[in-house]
């Protein structure tokens, strides 16, 4: 099937980046345990060049990718830097355990935007055995926290859930639970990172690659979030800048592919079903 080709911009939406690979907890489901990549911590001046090279250019940062952003104990200095640039937005995934409530106070000073809570239980025992190695009360009290403080401060809350199988009365009282704290309440899927037991190509499209930019610890650049293994490198900013990684030949080559629906062409894709129910023919 001939699929229609996107319209890419020439700046990102989206930039993640990876400035450490530590994680406080040890989820099963989770594909953080398995990284080795070195080193463990970004240098200080890859993550500024990242920042540098795209100023004044409205990007919203993610500062992080496969670890859990606050066991970065420069973060709240990352984030001021990243605000130094007044058209930059600053927004996280975290398991809120670290979270503290001056760490919150601090935050929302410096202007963060959005942030996401996995708390993937309503039941301290369940959530106990999925998110292993975090303490349930404290998630909840730094989550119920931040979602207080963030109303006066026009920033956007969201807490989630994984559907896990079995769990659609506990989904019920999560929602119930969280939806008068929290700006809003999400019920995710457990997704599956490429090369995950898949074993056929899904010919379709991908909507990851059309606005978002992706940095490993290290200063390479990757398409994809989950591209746990470094299977499909697209530069390095130690010696390129980030827009001509965005705007080069590598990543040219490889949205070709996918406008196509040739995930055949792309190693880590090959192995990918994301998006395998969208209907590309009507996404714009």
């Not at 939406?13 to 450490?20: K, L, P, V």
């Not at 009360?137 to 199988?165: G, L, W």
């Not at 457990?190 to 995950?196: F, G, N, R």
């Amino acid at each position: 099937m001939k699929y229609k080709r996107y319209d890419y911009k020439k700046i990102p939406d989206y930039i993640q980046i990876e400035t450490n690979i530590l994680c406080n907890a040890k989820c099963d489901f989770c594909t953080q345990n398995q990284v080795t990549r070195r080193p463990v911590q970004m240098e200080n001046r890859v993550w500024e060049k990242i920042i540098d090279d795209t100023r004044g250019l409205g990007i919203t940062y993610r500062p992080f990718l496969l670890n859990e952003p606050f066991t970065d104990e420069r973060m709240l200095d990352i984030c001021k830097y990243i605000k130094q640039d007044k058209t930059a937005k600053i927004e996280f995934n975290t398991n809120a355990e670290l979270l503290t409530p001056q760490k919150t106070d601090q935050l929302l000073g410096i202007g963060v935007e959005i942030m996401r809570f996995s708390i993937d239980g309503y039941y301290e025992d369940k959530y106990n055995q999925r998110r292993k190695g975090l303490n349930f009360k404290t998630v909840v009290s730094n989550t119920e926290y931040f979602c207080k403080q963030a109303k006066n401060h026009n920033v956007h809350t969201d807490v989630r859930m994984i559907a896990f199988p079995g769990t659609e009365e506990e989904q019920k009282l999560f929602i119930k639970k969280w939806e008068s704290i929290a700006e809003k309440v999400t019920i995710t899927s457990l997704y599956k990172y490429p090369w995950e037991g898949q074993k056929e190509v899904i010919y379709k499209p991908c909507l990851k690659i059309r606005s978002e930019m992706f940095f490993y610890v290290d200063g390479r650049a990757t398409i994809c979030c989950w591209d746990t293994s470094e299977r499909a490198i697209i530069g390095d900013v130690k010696e390129q800048s980030v827009l001509n990684i965005w705007n080069g030949e590598t990543l040219r080559q490889y949205r070709e592919y996918l406008d196509q629906g040739q995930r055949d062409k792309i190693i880590l894709c090959s192995r990918c079903d994301a998006y395998q129910n969208v209907k590309f023919e009507t996404v714009e």
